[in-house]
């Protein structure tokens, strides 16, 4: 496949090539049906019609999950090529997340010294092709030792989190410290595209850049307070872009070491914000399930703010495109896998145990 650009004038046209995507949205009632759901195949085929030309040849918990974003970002190529330029710079802006999962799998891959054909698996070209970038995966892909990635990516905007996170990895032994610098990059990323767009677009994207930021924010202070990591660390894997918070905030956080109290300070902030107040945007942060709290949150505040704003044509196109994404990617992480790993496991378990009938 090889993607060509178009140039689109208007989001009208965008619109009219795009008015299919709310349908393949699922709604509320069916995502609760899938909670409901006890047999692989038959949830498969539940989820099918919500995911265009999906392929699963074998119902595991990595071939639908990769099935599944292959999907989406199909989806998001359909958009990228009827969407004028400013969208197209945000949506591979958006896709480069893609790109540094590819990355993160050819690492690891590298790491526990899997062959280049199990690497290539577990690699989306698809997203590669969009962004226009095949030579450089399937260069990446050559490489075999960590060394030889770390000279690779020196001349790549990769440079700075694979060279500190690969020290770090060295010295610890620990890989979540690449990880967090490269998702670090993705979101510095986004935030570079914020002075390009147009009024309209400003509103929406800018605001989805924002409190994407502010939710990796908070994941990573939650997430290094559950792990004792030391907080200089932490502070360097942060993102200097704020929604709600802001430096003397974020600040505050950082020096808590209890997750209970962590999670007590920031609802008692986030109900102190008026606009969250105004919207009715409840603050309910569970402690098992703290990614799921925060995007919750945000997210609700989101598609809150701009229900008034899409009877503007144009608010209306870059609403969908956005509510799309948005809503997928959340379908796919909170609701669908979480029920294809209940499945699964169920059914081994089931195995397991002798009830071969299950």
């Known amino acids: 496949m090889f993607f060509t650009s178009i140039v689109i004038p208007s989001y009208v046209y965008t619109y009219i090539k795009i008015e299919f995507l709310q349908k393949l949205i699922i709604e509320d009632s069916n995502l609760s049906t899938l909670k409901k759901l006890n047999d692989i195949k038959d949830f498969v085929e539940f989820i099918t019609p919500y995911y ?3 392929k699963i040849s074998d119902h595991t918990i990595v071939e639908i999950e990769h099935a599944l974003f292959h999907t989406l970002i199909k989806l998001i190529g359909k958009i990228l090529y009827y969407s004028p330029e400013n969208m197209k710079l945000f949506l591979k802006a958006y896709l480069l997340k893609y790109e540094i999962a590819n990355i993160k799998q050819i690492i690891l891959g590298s790491i526990i010294g899997i062959s280049k054909s199990e690497k290539s698996k577990r690699v989306n070209f698809l997203v590669e092709e969009y962004l226009e970038r095949s030579d450089f995966i399937n260069d990446l892909l050559e ?30 032994n620990e890989i979540f410290v690449l990880e967090a610098f490269l998702d670090k990059l993705y979101y510095e990323n986004l935030i570079s595209t914020k002075p390009f767009y147009d009024r309209k677009e400003k509103a929406m994207i800018s605001l989805f850049i924002d409190y994407s930021t502010e939710v990796y924010n908070l994941r990573m202070i939650s997430r ?40 007590s300070e920031l609802q008692n902030y986030l109900n102190s914000i008026k606009e969250l107040k105004e919207l009715y945007i409840p603050i309910n942060i569970n402690t098992r399930h703290l990614r799921w709290s925060f995007e919750g949150i945000y997210q609700n505040y989101y598609f809150k703010k701009f229900q008034l704003k899409i009877d503007d044509f144009e608010y209306f196109a870059i609403y969908r495109i956005l509510e799309l994404i948005i809503k997928k990617e959340k379908e796919i992480k909170f609701n669908i896998m979480p029920n294809v790993i209940r ?16």
């Open 143 to 172: 490489i075999t030792n960590l060394e030889e990635i770390q000279l690779f990516m020196k001349n790549t905007r990769y440079n700075k989190p694979i060279r500190e996170g690969i020290l770090y990895f060295k010295n610890t």
């Open 224 to 263: 290094a307070i559950i792990n004792n990591f030391d907080k200089n660390l932490t502070s360097q894997l942060l993102v200097k872009n704020y929604l709600f918070l802001n430096q003397d905030k974020i600040d505050t956080l950082l020096e808590i070491t209890n997750i209970d109290k962590f999670i």
């Open 52 to 54: 265009p030309e999906i």
């Open 343 to 358: 499945i699964i496991h169920e059914k081994y378990e089931s195995l397991k145990n002798g009830n071969e009938n299950f």
